[in-house]
């Protein structure tokens, strides 16, 4: 009977392992929860990222039309000036003609 294993032997290692398997399976169950909260997570930086761009596409279009305002100012001020130009020297023509 030298290669069998006494009872209390067998109960010590038992314990050991039921331990073991105990922390193992804690351990794994965190492990389970990090990972949940990790896929959370991800959706909400999914979204914020979604939100940013959409953000950034609105403040493009906004500056774009910001950048566009002295240029149409400039458009109607040489406008004007052209206008009164010919004005006046259509004027002039008609006093001086007639």
């Known amino acids: 009977m030298e290669g069998m294993v006494t009872k209390e032997v067998y109960e010590a290692d038992r314990k050991t392992l039921d331990e073991r398997f105990s ?3 804690a351990r794994l169950k965190e492990l389970e929860d990090m990972q ?3 896929l959370r997570l991800s959706g909400q930086l999914t979204e914020i990222l979604k939100n940013q761009t959409d953000q950034l596409k609105n403040h493009e279009c906004r500056i774009g039309e ?3 305002r002295p240029a149409a100012w ?3 001020i040489i406008g ?3 206008a009164a130009a010919v004005a006046t020297i ?3 023509m008609v006093t001086n003609i007639l």
């Open 74 to 76: 400039l458009d109607r």
């Open 36 to 38: 949940k909260e990790f």
């Open 80 to 82: 004007g000036i052209v």
């Open 23 to 25: 922390r193992d399976n």
């Open 90 to 92: 259509v004027s002039y």
């Open 66 to 68: 910001i950048e566009k």
